[in-house]
């Protein structure tokens, strides 16, 4: 099914000019260096801006995804629910609001991320020395929408996959760290026998 038929797709806010972090007050928002490129989930810190009164459609409030549309990759991250206060998009993300009827936010994500999705949005992306997904292809992105059990199942699967992932790569630098321990001790040790004799 295509993207545009089981979501309201919307580009963020394109600010005028440099945007100023701001100590207290103004607006949080979310831009393209806050979405991890492997698809993890943002915040739920965000730097406040001066942004004057954004109209709504510039805003999340958890269990909407975004989608990095500039740059590589071009993956896309589902927004927790609920988060603590509206934050506002920033061009060159775009907003995507699924049906929460058809499919779950997290799916969404997950959906794009894959690899058969990601080349097909990469045979269609423009640029030469800074990619760019059109909205076009986007909206015409076609993914497969099981039921939603189905959906979530996926979901908590992938996650468990992750926390794998993580935790083995964890252990091995652990290893790694504990091999060089007992190395460096082993070459002190055989220098300080050396030395005695």
Not at 97 to 125: F, H, K, S, T
Not at 157 to 167: C, F, G, P
Request: hydrophobic share 40%; no cysteine.
């Amino acid at each position: 099914m295509r993207l545009a038929q089981l979501s309201d797709i919307r580009s963020g806010y394109t600010a005028r000019g440099r945007l100023d972090p701001l100590r207290d007050g103004g607006v949080p928002a979310l831009q393209l260096r806050d979405i991890a490129t492997s698809g993890e989930a943002p915040g739920p810190d965000f730097q406040r801006y001066d942004l004057g009164q954004l109209p709504d459609r510039y805003f999340v409030r958890g269990g909407e995804v975004v989608f990095r549309s500039r740059g590589e990759p071009n993956t896309a991250a589902a927004i927790p629910d609920p988060l603590p206060e509206p934050v506002a998009v920033i061009v060159p993300l775009v907003i995507l609001r699924p049906d929460r009827r058809r499919v779950l936010p997290d799916y969404l994500a997950w959906a794009i991320n894959q690899p058969d999705a990601q080349r097909r949005l990469g045979a269609e992306a423009q640029g030469t020395s800074l990619r760019m997904i059109p909205m076009a292809v986007l909206e015409n992105l076609e993914i497969a929408v099981p039921d939603l059990p189905t959906q979530r199942r996926i979901v908590e699967l992938d996650a468990l996959a992750r926390r794998e992932a993580q935790l083995l790569r964890r252990l091995a630098a652990r290893r790694e760290h504990l091999f060089s321990l007992i190395l460096g001790e082993a070459a002190r040790a055989a220098d300080r026998k050396e030395t005695a004799r």
